[in-house]
């Protein structure tokens, strides 16, 4: 057992994770955007799909299948860029005032 | 200094800390997502190898997916097999001994004849062996001796530890004797199959086994001919025992480095020699505790046919490539078989998805570099469907490579093959719980293009045209160029 396959790992990337939410939703308010529950959803969903893509590259580094990594991250990161883009321009929407 | 000092604390604020944090956090996390799946990749926990002892590695919930019948299909009046002309390493042998150019067929024993009569195919093949493949053998192996010298010697330890061949009839050897074990002759009067079934299993594990499961037997599976301990060619079909009435599966993997650097690297003598210890012992066990048990073993002392038996037993289903795929394992394992008298509690077949993953995937028939691997849909075997391997073709490959006996490519490219980790379990996961065969499709595709091996042809040793490839790269351990001087 290492310290990546710990439990205090995880604990960890639940501090990290905590506080990218806690900077996300300042900065959203900093600049006055809403941010309601489905925008939420999607933000988590794109990183739940941006994690298992660098976690797809690691894996396959450290079974030594680099084929796989390179294309897997190239697959896998392209996808994750789209996404992240989209969602970064719907995570911007203001709402209309008149 | 003072104004940076005063510029950084102006900045500084707490919100604007926590949206910094927020940003380092992202980063930092995702760092640490890379080197989980870089540990992950490389964790020796997730070569689902049988050092992880007590059942510690049989970690499929079966309940879920056991079915009343089992996934093979009953098409025909069943036949029992015989031995000496289907299974290949027989009949080879007894080709390889009766054989002469000058009287042909008619020098050999008449069911030999019966046979290739019916399969001239399998004589072309065999002969084929004999006069063209090992010359070409011999004369490689003595050319590239030193490059395989360690994968060479580590499948010959790892099969250096026999136990002693069982040559007395089954009405003898199996059974207990006071004299010989010192354990009692009469049957313990066991609570129930249950607490039996339970016990045995416990017991299977302790001794090393990474899967065991238990099946009444189906008498189709047991050889016509021959069995050990009642000649090989009696003048009748051999009866199956009446105290064969269940049968214990137990399977132990393959070492994963070497496996997955087949045909040249691998070996299955280290899982033939853990599972031939294994059912040897819990045979011993069993006749302590007053019962018959006869340990079925790898390589070749079987008097039944094995994968079906694991089928029966819960432990996989049979796939294309005829041997049993298991959702821990895939088809890295060994597996031995107890017949005992045992009362027992069978477990039930299980239905994870193979037959239909296995009837589009064909990762194995493609990798197959003797075509022994059928692309074609199942036929009909002895009164039961099946895909059918060419077995010849397939020994024929084996004596085509220059490493440790056989090629096993079939198991390393197997998609089911994979390590113990996240990314594989959630694959196999996806897979078993999806009723619309989309995963399959695309796990399939990413398969094929992500973990692509070399062009079959370049397995062959070189006097047939090859370049003695492996699947993977050989461990470290098994580089002889690196350790021994040419």
Same mark, same amino acid.
């Given at each position: ?17 905590c ?31 941006? $994690?298992?893509?660098? #976690?797809?590259i $690691?894996?396959?580094i ?5 084929? #796989? ?9 392209l996808i ?19 | ?13 707490r ?8 940003l ?25 190898? /049988?050092?992880?002892?007590?059942? *510690? ?19 025909g009046?069943?036949?029992r097999p ?5 299974v ?22 008449d069911?030999?004849?019966?046979y ?13 062996s ?8 011999? *004369?490689d192996?003595?050319k590239?001796r ?7 010697? /580590? ?9 002693? +061949?069982?040559?007395?009839? +089954? ?9 010989r074990?010192?354990?009692? !002759? ?17 017991? *299977?594990?302790?001794?090393?086994? !990474? ?9 189709d ?10 000649g090989?060619?009696p003048?009748e079909?051999?009866?199956? %025992?009446?105290? /064969?009435?269940?049968?214990? *599966? ?8 070497p496996?997955?650097?087949? +045909? ?5 003598n ?13 045979a011993?066990?069993?006749k ?12 070749t ?5 094995? +994968? %079906? ?28 078989i ?6 027992? =509690? %069978?477990d ?10 296995? =009837? ?14 059928s ?22 490959? /084996? ?17 089911y093959?994979? =390590? ?9 996961k ?8 989309? &995963? ?39 580089? &002889? ?6």
């Amino acid at each position: 057992m290492n310290f990546f396959n710990s439990g205090l790992f995880w604990f960890i990337e639940g501090i990290f994770a905590c506080l990218v939410v806690i900077g996300l939703k300042i900065w959203m308010e900093d600049r006055g955007i809403p941010m309601p529950f489905w925008k939420w959803l999607l933000f988590g969903l794109w990183v739940l799909f941006f $994690g298992f893509t660098i #976690a797809f590259i $690691g894996t396959n580094i450290g079974e030594n299948e680099a084929a #796989a990594a390179v294309k897997g991250g190239i697959l896998f990161g392209l996808i994750s860029v789209i996404l992240g883009v989209g969602l970064w321009r719907l995570l911007l929407i203001r709402p209309k005032t008149k | 200094m003072k104004s940076l000092k005063l510029n950084i604390g102006k900045k500084l604020d707490r919100r604007q800390f926590l949206k910094a944090s927020g940003l380092a956090s992202a980063a930092l996390g995702s760092a640490g997502l890379g080197f989980f799946g870089y540990e992950a990749g490389k964790d020796p926990e997730s070569y689902s190898g /049988w050092e992880n002892f007590e059942g *510690a590695n049989q970690t499929f919930n079966r309940k879920r997916k056991s079915v009343d019948q089992p996934t093979y299909e009953k098409v025909g009046s069943a036949t029992r097999p015989d031995a000496r002309t289907e299974v290949i390493f027989q009949r080879r042998s007894l080709f390889m001994r009766q054989w002469k150019d000058e009287s042909g067929l008619e020098g050999m024993d008449d069911y030999l004849q019966e046979y290739y009569r019916n399969k001239p195919e399998d004589l072309e093949l065999d002969l084929y062996s004999m006069k063209e493949l090992m010359p070409k053998l011999m *004369a490689d192996s003595r050319k590239y001796r030193d490059k395989f010298l360690l994968a060479n010697a /580590w499948s010959n330890a790892m099969g250096a530890v026999s136990p002693r +061949p069982i040559n007395e009839p +089954p009405e003898k050897s199996d059974f207990p004797s006071q004299r010989r074990f010192g354990g009692p !002759t009469e049957p313990a009067k066991m609570k129930s199959p249950e607490l039996t079934s339970k016990l045995i299993k416990k017991v *299977a594990h302790a001794l090393g086994s !990474t899967l065991v499961g238990i099946a009444k037997l189906n008498p189709d599976w047991v050889y016509l001919y021959p069995m050990r301990g009642r000649g090989f060619e009696p003048n009748e079909p051999i009866e199956v %025992p009446k105290h /064969w009435q269940y049968a214990i *599966a137990v399977g132990t993997p393959m070492s994963w480095d070497p496996m997955y650097a087949n +045909p040249n690297y691998g070996t299955s003598n280290d899982a033939y020699s853990r599972s031939r210890i294994i059912a040897f012992r819990l045979a011993s066990f069993i006749k302590q505790l007053g019962y018959a048990a006869r340990p079925h073993t790898p390589g070749t002392s079987y008097d039944l046919m094995v +994968p %079906p038996i694991l089928v029966d037993a819960g432990l996989g289903e049979q796939g294309r490539p005829s041997i049993v795929i298991t959702p821990e394992l895939g088809n890295n394992f060994r597996p031995a078989i107890i017949t005992t008298n045992l009362p027992l =509690k %069978p477990d039930k077949p299980i239905d994870f998805g193979v037959q239909r993953f296995c =009837k589009t995937c064909k990762i194995c028939a493609e990798n197959c570099p003797s075509g022994a691997i059928s692309f074609g849909d199942k036929v009909e075997v002895r009164g039961y469907l099946r895909y059918q391997v060419d077995t010849a073709k397939c020994l024929n490959f /084996w004596n085509s490579t220059l490493g440790s006996m056989g090629c096993r490519l079939c198991v390393a490219v197997c998609p089911y093959t994979r =390590k113990a980790n996240w990314l594989h379990k959630a694959a196999l996961k996806v897979s078993v719980n999806d009723p619309t065969g989309i &995963a399959d499709w695309a796990l399939t595709g990413l398969q094929k293009r992500f973990y692509p091996g070399p062009d079959p042809q370049k397995y062959y040793m070189p006097s047939l045209g090859g370049e003695n490839a492996s699947y993977r790269k050989p461990p470290w351990w098994l580089r &002889a160029e690196d350790f021994i001087e040419s």
